[in-house]
């Protein structure tokens, strides 16, 4: 059974730096592609980021580009999302899913999601 297990989440002013680790476990990931999705509250989900874990191809949403990377560690299996210069709209649920598809940027081309974790970007 695959589970996904986010984590890194809390509060942090505009400007400054998180890092969200996504632990996997459950089955080989070497044909999956991870994404990186937040919601914010009263707003849909939306795409954040996805890396194709054969190969470390990545794509990012306009929002966040230059300002976070994603990237895995095949030993620890892991996918993080390190996010830099960060502004009070990035404020939102960030939720890790896996999927056979990539690139795949729409919530339902992803077959597990993570439970997500909080992020707070205060002005």
């Known amino acids: 059974q695959v589970q996904l297990v986010e984590s890194g989440g809390g509060l942090v002013q505009a400007g400054g730096s998180l890092r969200l680790s996504c632990a996997a476990s459950?089955?080989?990931?070497?044909?999956?592609?991870m994404g990186w999705f937040r919601q914010a509250p009263g707003k849909e989900r939306e795409f954040v980021a996805t890396?194709?874990?054969?190969?470390?191809?990545?794509i990012y949403a306009d929002s966040v580009k230059g300002r976070f990377i994603i990237f895995r560690d095949s030993d620890k299996i892991a996918v993080y999302l390190q996010m830099n210069s960060l502004k009070p709209e990035d404020t939102a649920v960030y939720y890790c899913?896996?999927?056979?598809?990539?690139?795949?940027?729409?919530?339902?081309?992803?077959?597990?999601w993570g439970q997500g974790t909080l992020v707070t970007v205060s002005s």
């Open positions: 899913a896996a999927g056979h598809l990539y690139p795949a940027a729409l919530a339902g081309q992803y077959e597990y």
């Open positions: 459950g089955r080989t990931f070497s044909s999956y592609g």
């Open positions: 890396i194709r874990w054969s190969g470390g191809d990545t």
